[in-house]
């Protein structure tokens, strides 16, 4: 089962997933991350600002999960220049060894082959930071995608579209297709850590947790991983049938073990 920890506020999900990565990075400078982009993740890149001042970031390295297809590299929303903004000049980190799938046109039918190798030469990824989408997508896996899928190329459902429409001027600017890392790509990865905030998530955390594993809700994916952290507000964890036991689990958790 996966850890489930529920807290007052996205702040605090942050301070708790930022002093992970914080402890893995002083342990192996070389830590591979998996970043997320999206609104979720922001209060775990913000509150790494503070704490990697005096830490050794230089050799860090990261692979985003997803991008849009077609999009201008130098697009303020393309998710290289979001994972640019918000993570590596904030922290200081090489970009050289931050990695995002490339969704440029020319090169996009061998553009997830080539990923999942980048990925496989850096030893894979150590912590897979994981939002999830009000269709239970994580990454850009939309319902329907194979646990056993790879990074490739897919067409987003028209709720992410008017999701991520908040991005973008018009709903039409949002492209049609991406290029995700896949439920399988996701699963390599050593120790998932999902997070959400708000209402509007209740309904995929639960069904991602504790609903029946599913591809028609790729979240819940994340129950055939050895080692999972779900992050959540009050809010988004609203429609967990068992929270109470996984309060009774956090407030007893052995000292020894980590997050
Ligand atoms: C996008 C991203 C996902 C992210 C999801 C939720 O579709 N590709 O990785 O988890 O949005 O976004 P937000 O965190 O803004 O709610």
Not at 80 to 86: L, P
Not at 179 to 207: D, M, P, R, S
Not at 213 to 226: E, K, N, R
Request: charged share 20%.
């Amino acid at each position: 089962m996966a850890e489930i920890v529920i807290v007052p506020s996205p702040a605090d999900a942050g301070a708790l997933v930022a002093d992970e990565i914080v402890r893995l990075i002083a342990e192996r400078p070389d830590t591979v991350l998996g970043l997320a982009t999206g609104s979720t993740p922001l209060p775990v890149y913000e509150a790494l600002r503070s704490r990697v001042e005096g830490l050794d970031v230089s050799r860090v390295r990261g692979f985003a999960l997803d991008e849009y297809v077609g999009i201008d590299p130098n697009h303020p929303e393309s998710y290289r220049s979001v994972i640019t903004r918000e993570v590596v000049e904030p922290l200081g980190l090489n970009p050289d060894l931050i990695h995002t799938p490339n969704g440029a046109l020319e090169t996009i039918s061998h553009a997830g082959e080539d990923y999942e190798r980048a990925i496989a030469e850096a030893g894979g990824i150590d912590l897979q930071i994981l939002g999830i989408g009000t269709s239970g997508h994580i990454g850009f896996n939309e319902p329907g995608s194979s646990f056993a899928s790879r990074t490739r190329v897919k067409t987003l459902i028209e709720q992410t579209r008017k999701d991520n429409a908040r991005f973008f001027d018009r709903v039409e600017d949002v492209p049609m297709h991406c290029i995700t890392q896949g439920l399988g790509t996701i699963l390599g990865a050593k120790h998932l850590v999902l997070l959400a905030f708000g209402e509007g998530k209740a309904a995929a955390v639960a069904g991602a947790v504790e609903g029946p594993v599913t591809s028609s809700l790729p979240g819940s994916a994340i129950q055939l991983h050895p080692h999972v952290t779900v992050v959540v507000d009050e809010a988004a964890a609203s429609q967990l049938a068992h929270a109470d036991y996984y309060r009774y689990v956090a407030a007893n958790k052995p000292a020894w073990q980590g997050l």
